[in-house]
């Protein structure tokens, strides 16, 4: 079992930074990021893999959002820059201890990751 707790969610206006936290218990094999806009699928914008593997990092979000973990806190980190309007949507942290988490971390998908935290809102005006 992984527990996950995340924080640092906000409004903000566009070119602003905002940096999401997510506490975790329990080492898993990966690690990723997701966010979900009203009406859309959920996606995975940064990802990797506790072996020392990654980021990962979707095209959308590629040089502006940096996802970092804290190994003696436990705790992983997306730190968001350059924030677009097109940001806004509801920010999951996520971990797997599957196989095929593990295999395919940096191509994160739903599907693979077991455990999630419980979100938070990430708002950014134009």
């Known amino acids: 079992q992984v527990q996950l707790v995340e924080s640092g969610g906000g409004s903000v206006q566009a070119g602003d930074s905002l940096t999401l936290s997510c506490a975790y218990e329990?080492?898993?094999?990966?690690m990723g990021w997701f966010r979900q806009a009203p009406g859309k699928e959920r996606e995975g914008v940064a990802a990797?893999?506790?072996?020392?593997?990654?980021?990962y990092y979707a095209d959308s979000v590629k040089g502006r959002f940096t996802m970092s973990r804290d190994t003696a806190a436990n705790t992983l980190y997306l730190r968001m820059n350059s924030l677009k309007s097109e940001d806004t949507a509801m920010y999951y942290c996520?971990?797997?201890?599957?196989?095929?988490?593990?295999?395919?971390?940096?191509?994160?998908?739903?599907?693979?990751?077991?455990?999630w935290g419980q979100g938070t809102q990430v708002t950014v005006s134009s």
């Open positions: 996520a971990a797997g201890r599957s196989f095929a988490c593990a295999s395919s971390w940096y191509t994160p998908l739903e599907a693979d990751y077991e455990y």
């Open positions: 990797l893999r506790t072996g020392g593997l990654g980021p």
């Open positions: 329990n080492r898993p094999y990966c």
